[in-house]
């Protein structure tokens, strides 16, 4: 009986490490940037979270200075939430107030002409991978096993708001989907009914053009 606990034990905390993980979205994205044009990078977040990044330019042109680059994010609805001009590295942090694709992009200040590639290197960071951990853990002096148990509870709560985002998701996409038919099913009944009607009009004036040429 003991050894049985002791699997299920094993069992939850296996659960709980991967939720952690599939909840703590840390990504370390590579853009080759271009001499003219702009590079963007975009994410899927949901309302009410977290997100931090840093970049930094990186110019195989070991001769010339780094070229300056500049940067801005955007949220869904086209709100400028960061931007910064002639800069070689920074950092943005916001929490999201709209659930949609946040749109991160960058370009080249003036004319790169340097014979090396020009690279951009960020760390996106987003949810529980963005939270400062040291700091709650010296606010609320915590440490060892009880840090890491509140850090498998904001994940698994994470995980928790996922789900149901995604529902609501899905119930949106359901109720588009039921009105897109409901539109469908009555356009192709209107557009029944108009040649049912179209035919019959065209039969009357064939009818009545023969009788007035006495064809019939």
């Known amino acids: 009986?003991?050894?049985?606990?002791?699997?299920?034990?094993?069992?939850?905390?296996?659960?709980?490490?991967?939720?952690?993980?599939?909840?703590?979205?840390?990504?370390?994205?590579?853009?080759?940037?271009?001499?003219?044009?702009?590079?963007?990078?975009?994410?899927?977040?949901?309302?009410?979270?977290?997100?931090?990044?840093?970049?930094?330019?990186?110019?195989?042109?070991?001769?010339?200075?780094?070229?300056?680059?500049?940067?801005?994010?955007?949220?869904?609805?086209?709100?400028?939430?960061?931007?910064?001009?002639?800069?070689?590295?920074?950092?943005?942090?916001?929490?999201?107030?709209?659930?949609?694709?946040?749109?991160?992009?960058?370009?080249?200040?003036?004319?790169?002409?340097?014979?090396?590639?020009?690279?951009?290197?960020?760390e996106w960071k987003t949810g529980i991978a963005a939270k400062d951990w040291e700091s709650v853990a010296r606010k609320e002096k915590i440490e060892g096993v009880e840090l890491e148990l509140r850090k498998l509870e904001e994940a698994v709560e994470t995980v928790h708001e996922n789900l149901l985002y995604l529902k609501t998701r899905e119930a949106e996409m359901r109720t588009t989907n039921e009105a897109t038919n409901s539109r469908v099913a009555l356009f192709s009944l209107m557009s029944l009914t108009i040649c049912i009607v179209v035919s019959a009009l065209q039969i009357l004036y064939l009818k009545r053009y023969f009788q007035k040429k006495k064809l019939i």
């Open 1 to 122: 009986m003991v050894r049985r606990e002791g699997a299920i034990v094993r069992w939850w905390w296996v659960v709980l490490l991967l939720l952690a993980c599939a909840s703590r979205r840390s990504a370390a994205i590579w853009l080759n940037l271009p001499a003219t044009g702009t590079k963007c990078v975009s994410d899927e977040i949901h309302n009410n979270v977290v997100v931090l990044a840093d970049y930094v330019v990186i110019s195989d042109d070991h001769v010339h200075p780094t070229p300056t680059i500049s940067a801005k994010v955007t949220s869904p609805y086209g709100n400028t939430l960061y931007r910064q001009e002639n800069i070689t590295h920074g950092q943005f942090a916001f929490t999201t107030t709209e659930a949609g694709s946040y749109l991160a992009c960058f370009w080249v200040d003036g004319n790169y002409s340097g014979t090396g590639g020009l690279s951009i290197n960020m």
